[in-house]
């Protein structure tokens, strides 16, 4: 907190606006990241937030964030085992066997491998048999039989809730103090990701909402074999612990081992896409945590998904939004593009629509795998410094998950294949759906109801012109003229107008008394001028623009590249 109060203010508590240059920037976040780490589960969770929110944090916060993992050493297994019994009972009469060494350990629960008897799931009618786990697994290993059938079993870290509660009361009381050095778009943004973050960690500790999640994201997915996605044994399931089918694969991002076993990464690329879209825009309900430790894939070239503790719904105005801004980012329609961002409330409508439509066409030429030109990226960062508004972007609660899954999903498709095309595939999912269709058809009803609504004002409009000049003729016409002034124009011009006829009173007042030979009344003449000199000099010099660059992906892992 105190590096970011140091990098808005000259003066930490006062001053006027500085901004930092980027290396700086990147030494403060790997300070960050280290304290992040020391600070705990809560806190790394946070960092892993953040580093999706290019409108909260500088870029090079965001890259030094991103390899932010969400790795702990696992709790004991003396206090696991108290947890795991105390939800669903002994752990000798409901396992045929259960290894006590975690396979993976995270921020607000760790992950055993164990297994159950498959008469016993299949009795409560868990068993599925489209995701048998001897179908699903890399190694070929694995399912019913006469060992047991494997699992998964997640355990809530022990006493994780009362130390989250802790944490959170002092991200609530450490808030105030942060707003107090960022503008009001800044500000927006972090009181929504404060209250999201709040709101997604307490449901991430609910094991029974994942498993709700899972299950309804399962059906979703139902019959689609390109997609595998585990299955909850609720019969060893309860709000601390959650079983599910055991399905191992290649991490998604070991491209070596993926090219070992000819498994194609681009269309595996597009398939994650297609998914995402399906989820946000068709079903409403999405994992939201699509990082390559929640990601793996299977011998046959199916995508496997771990971990729905982060997972959320989209609000029907909000899907209809996102479908108006995809199909106009498919059209090319920078303009529909724009619209569609300030009705979702993500772009202000004071934003200056010149230079944010060059923002949205670079954007689109890098989400096509085309190459960026660098000068064209440094002159439209030169023309949002020189832009005398507020930082345009800002993020509603109901986005900050899906823009989560934006950035992540990205990431995962340019490492699968660098050349991948974004556009081109969701494009011709919206076609395939019929959005774009539909999309024209509303096109065509919009307009006859604008055609219509100009007639109806076209008969009016001879009445009204007529009583305006009769009303002109009998010199009974007034307009009323309401200037605007958000930039604070005017008052600039009378505060350096005021400036200016003090020094002027002050240097002519310096002459006087030191032509009256008395010294010291020139001196405090002289120093009152110096002051309002620097005054002047300063009105002139405030800080425009945002003081941050936009964040490509793809262009910023070229310019790494090219940097190694």
Same mark, same amino acid.
């Given at each position: 907190?105190?590096?970011?109060?140091?990098?808005?203010?000259?003066?930490?508590?006062?001053? +006027?606006? +500085?901004? @930092?240059?980027?290396?700086? =920037?990147? =030494?403060?976040?790997?300070?960050?990241?280290?304290?992040?780490?020391?600070?705990?589960?809560?806190?790394?969770?946070?960092?892993?937030?953040?580093?999706?929110?290019?409108?909260?944090?500088?870029?090079?916060?965001?890259?030094?964030?991103?390899?932010?993992?969400?790795?702990?050493?696992?709790?004991?297994?003396?206090?696991?085992?108290?947890?795991?019994?105390?939800?669903?009972?002994? @752990?000798?009469?409901? *396992?045929? $066997?259960?290894?006590?060494?975690?396979? #993976?350990?995270?921020?607000?629960?760790?992950?055993?491998?164990?297994?159950?008897?498959?008469?016993?799931?299949?009795?409560?009618?868990?068993?599925?048999?489209?995701?048998?786990? /001897?179908?699903?697994?890399?190694?070929?290993?694995?399912?019913?039989?006469?060992?047991?059938?494997?699992?998964?079993?997640?355990?809530?870290?022990?006493?994780?809730?009362?130390?989250?509660?802790?944490?959170?009361?002092?991200?609530?009381?450490?808030?105030?103090?942060?707003?107090?050095?960022?503008?009001?778009?800044?500000?927006?943004?972090?009181?929504?990701?404060?209250?999201?973050?709040?709101?997604?960690?307490?449901?991430?500790?609910?094991?029974?909402?994942?498993? $709700?999640?899972?299950?309804?994201?399962?059906? !979703? *997915?139902?019959?689609?074999?390109?997609?595998?996605?585990?299955? @909850?044994?609720?019969? =060893?399931? /309860? +709000?601390?612990?959650?079983?599910? $089918?055991?399905?191992? /694969?290649?991490?998604?991002?070991?491209?070596?081992?993926?090219?070992?076993?000819?498994?194609?990464?681009?269309?595996?690329?597009? !398939?994650?896409?297609?998914?995402?879209?399906?989820?946000?825009?068709?079903? /409403?309900?999405?994992?939201?945590?699509?990082?390559?430790?929640?990601?793996?894939?299977?011998?046959?070239?199916?995508?496997?998904?771990?971990?729905?503790?982060?997972?959320?719904?989209?609000?029907? *105005?909000?899907?209809?939004?996102?479908?108006?801004?995809?199909?106009?980012?498919?059209?090319?329609?920078?303009?529909?593009?724009?619209?569609?961002?300030?009705?979702?409330?993500?772009?202000?409508?004071?934003?200056?629509?010149?230079?944010?439509?060059?923002?949205?066409?670079?954007?689109?030429?890098?989400?096509?795998?085309?190459?960026?030109?660098?000068?064209?990226?440094?002159?439209?960062?030169?023309?949002?410094?020189?832009?005398?508004?507020?930082?345009?972007?800002?993020?509603?609660?109901?986005?900050?998950?899906?823009?989560?899954?934006?950035?992540?999903?990205?990431?995962?498709?340019?490492?699968?294949?660098?050349?991948?095309?974004?556009? #081109?595939?969701?494009?011709?999912?919206?076609?395939?759906?019929?959005?774009?269709?539909?999309?024209?058809?509303?096109?065509?009803?919009?307009?006859?109801?604008?055609?219509?609504?100009?007639?109806?004002?076209?008969?009016?409009?001879?009445?009204?012109?007529?009583?305006?000049?009769?009303?002109?003729?009998?010199?009974?016409?007034?307009?009323?003229?309401?200037?605007?002034?958000?930039?604070?124009?005017?008052?600039?011009?009378?505060? +350096?107008?005021?400036?200016?006829?003090?020094?002027?009173?002050?240097?002519?007042?310096?002459?006087?008394?030191?032509?009256?030979?008395?010294?010291?009344?020139?001196?405090?003449?002289?120093? *009152?001028?110096? @002051?309002?000199?620097?005054?002047?000099?300063?009105?002139?010099?405030?800080?425009?623009?945002?003081?941050?660059?936009?964040?490509?992906?793809?262009?910023?892992?070229?310019?790494?590249?090219?940097? $190694?």
């Amino acid at each position: 907190m105190l590096a970011y109060a140091r990098d808005r203010r000259r003066f930490l508590l006062f001053g +006027r606006p +500085r901004s @930092v240059d980027a290396e700086t =920037h990147r =030494h403060r976040a790997e300070v960050l990241l280290e304290s992040l780490l020391t600070l705990g589960p809560t806190f790394i969770k946070l960092g892993q937030l953040l580093s999706t929110r290019p409108d909260v944090l500088p870029p090079a916060y965001i890259d030094v964030l991103a390899a932010l993992q969400d790795e702990v050493p696992p709790a004991d297994w003396a206090d696991a085992k108290r947890v795991l019994e105390a939800e669903i009972g002994p @752990v000798d009469e409901n *396992f045929v $066997e259960f290894e006590t060494e975690a396979i #993976s350990g995270a921020s607000l629960g760790q992950v055993y491998h164990a297994r159950v008897d498959p008469e016993a799931v299949d009795a409560v009618g868990t068993a599925d048999p489209t995701a048998e786990s /001897g179908d699903t697994r890399a190694d070929g290993a694995g399912g019913p039989d006469s060992a047991g059938r494997e699992v998964a079993v997640k355990i809530r870290r022990p006493d994780i809730e009362e130390l989250v509660n802790a944490d959170l009361r002092v991200i609530k009381w450490s808030l105030p103090i942060l707003l107090y050095f960022v503008d009001e778009s800044r500000a927006f943004s972090l009181r929504n990701l404060a209250d999201e973050f709040s709101k997604t960690i307490r449901e991430e500790m609910d094991y029974e909402r994942e498993a $709700e999640m899972l299950r309804e994201i399962r059906t !979703n *997915f139902a019959g689609d074999d390109r997609f595998v996605i585990p299955d @909850v044994i609720e019969s =060893h399931s /309860g +709000r601390r612990v959650l079983t599910m $089918e055991y399905i191992q /694969g290649t991490k998604i991002n070991d491209l070596g081992e993926l090219e070992r076993k000819g498994i194609d990464r681009t269309r595996l690329a597009e !398939n994650l896409e297609r998914a995402y879209l399906q989820m946000i825009m068709d079903d /409403g309900v999405f994992h939201a945590d699509p990082h390559p430790g929640n990601l793996a894939v299977t011998d046959d070239g199916r995508i496997v998904f771990y971990d729905f503790g982060m997972s959320g719904r989209v609000d029907s *105005f909000v899907q209809e939004k996102i479908i108006d801004f995809y199909v106009a980012v498919a059209n090319q329609d920078i303009d529909g593009i724009l619209d569609a961002l300030i009705e979702i409330g993500t772009l202000s409508p004071d934003a200056d629509r010149g230079v944010m439509a060059e923002v949205m066409e670079i954007a689109i030429q890098d989400a096509r795998g085309e190459d960026v030109e660098q000068y064209r990226v440094n002159q439209i960062v030169g023309q949002i410094e020189d832009s005398i508004y507020v930082f345009p972007f800002r993020l509603p609660k109901n986005l900050a998950l899906v823009l989560r899954v934006a950035t992540v999903v990205e990431g995962v498709c340019v490492t699968l294949d660098p050349d991948f095309d974004f556009i #081109s595939v969701a494009t011709d999912y919206l076609t395939e759906e019929g959005y774009r269709e539909e999309s024209i058809r509303q096109y065509a009803r919009e307009t006859g109801e604008n055609i219509r609504r100009t007639g109806e004002s076209l008969t009016r409009l001879a009445p009204k012109a007529e009583r305006a000049l009769d009303r002109l003729d009998r010199d009974d016409l007034y307009v009323r003229i309401g200037l605007e002034d958000e930039e604070n124009v005017f008052d600039t011009f009378a505060k +350096r107008l005021i400036y200016g006829m003090l020094l002027t009173m002050s240097l002519f007042s310096m002459g006087v008394l030191y032509a009256l030979e008395a010294p010291r009344a020139s001196i405090v003449a002289a120093v *009152f001028s110096l @002051v309002v000199t620097v005054l002047l000099y300063r009105s002139f010099r405030e800080p425009k623009g945002i003081g941050a660059k936009p964040q490509f992906t793809r262009q910023s892992m070229r310019q790494r590249r090219g940097e $190694e």
